[in-house]
């Protein structure tokens, strides 16, 4: 076996996660309540997907997933400060699963985030990694940092969800993801379902050619696609093969076929911010023309006194 192939063989082990977890059990803690809530009768550290939660109820899914009115909806917006534009958009959530924010960040600020994304890249402080995603560069600089809880958006997220949240990472793209579509929930999941949400930021203005977002309005709608939905592999000593992630995106490409939904692409100007919900299908076009940047921040949160965990590694989320 070599190096590569030693990689893979212990990344498919629960055990090995369990280990590395068992290292870093400070940063589950944030699972201890929400597990005690639930009943969930095991170790922070130990693997954990969605058939642990198979015999349990539901539990209490995030409001806006409800049969909420309209006029409910009005009533908790009339107090709020949120702009008419905001409000509206928020308004739309329920049916479509997204909101969008023109121009939330000005143009000094989005100029300020690509040069210290330039600056960390030269200083080797973060990196490209999983092909062309920079993770986590919100540990690195405060400026970003600053950015995933200004108050004006965090509030906005927070209506959403009901609940506080909190970012559990960064992701920065100099050029498109073109990965295909995809929902968050079978990456980064909770119990109970729905507590994740994500803001996607344009650090500059983007054209059709270059990769551009993509996404299925009403798509959040659909019953949630995890690991029993498709094979995925594993068994109570190992996780899925990652080659086992094609069998996913097959599956969500005939969920939209059968379904028949339609998708929409985000043109988006420097500054808007697009939010999605955690079972929003979406991904990243094709790059049409060579040598095209994209670059864009998505920041995904987690709200408070959920169950939060990895379903497709089967890990609880670090935090
Ligand atoms: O920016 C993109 O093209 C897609 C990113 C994405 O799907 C994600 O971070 O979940």
Redesign the pocket.
């Known amino acids: 076996m070599n190096n590569n192939g030693l990689k893979d063989f212990l990344r498919s082990l629960k055990v090995t996660y369990s280990a590395y977890n068992f290292i870093h059990a400070k940063d589950l803690e944030h699972n201890r309540g929400p597990y005690k809530d639930a009943g969930m009768r095991k170790f922070l550290f130990q693997s954990i997907s969605s058939r642990d939660f198979a015999g349990l109820p539901k539990g209490e899914i995030p409001w806006l997933d409800k049969e909420t009115s309209t006029d409910d909806i009005k009533k908790k917006l009339s107090v709020t400060n949120f702009s008419e534009e905001t409000k509206a958009t928020i308004l739309s959530w329920k049916d479509n699963g997204y909101a969008i924010l023109p121009g939330f960040f000005d143009t000094k600020t989005v100029d300020a985030v690509n040069k210290e994304i330039e600056d960390l890249l030269e200083a080797k402080k973060i990196e490209f990694t999983l092909g062309n995603k920079i993770m986590f560069a919100n540990k690195a600089s405060e400026l970003i940092k600053g950015l995933t809880v200004k108050k004006e958006l965090t509030d906005i997220l927070d209506f959403l969800l009901g609940r506080r949240t909190t970012p559990f990472q960064t ?1 920065n ?1 100099v050029t ?4 295909h579509a ?1 929902s ?1 929930s079978i ?1 980064m999941t909770t119990y109970p379902l729905g507590y994740l949400v ?1 803001i ?1 930021v344009a650090l500059e203005d983007i054209s059709e050619d270059a ?1 551009p ?1 993509s996404y299925y309005p009403g798509s959040h709608k659909l019953p949630y696609l995890l690991n029993d939905g498709y094979e995925r592999g594993g068994n109570v000593f190992t996780v899925g093969a990652d080659s086992n992630y094609l069998k996913y995106e097959e599956k969500i490409g005939e969920v939209v076929k059968e379904k028949k939904l339609s998708k929409k692409i985000f043109t988006a100007k420097k500054g808007d911010v697009l939010i999605w919900h955690a079972n929003l299908i ?4 094709p790059i049409a023309r060579k040598g095209a940047t ?1 670059k ?1 921040m ?1 920041v ?1 949160y987690f709200a408070e006194d959920v169950i939060k965990y990895h379903e497709i590694t089967e890990r609880p989320a670090l935090l």
């Open positions: 992701i793209f498109g993801s073109e990965q995809h968050d990456h994500a996607w990769g977002l979406h991904g990243g076009e994209r864009s998505v995904h």
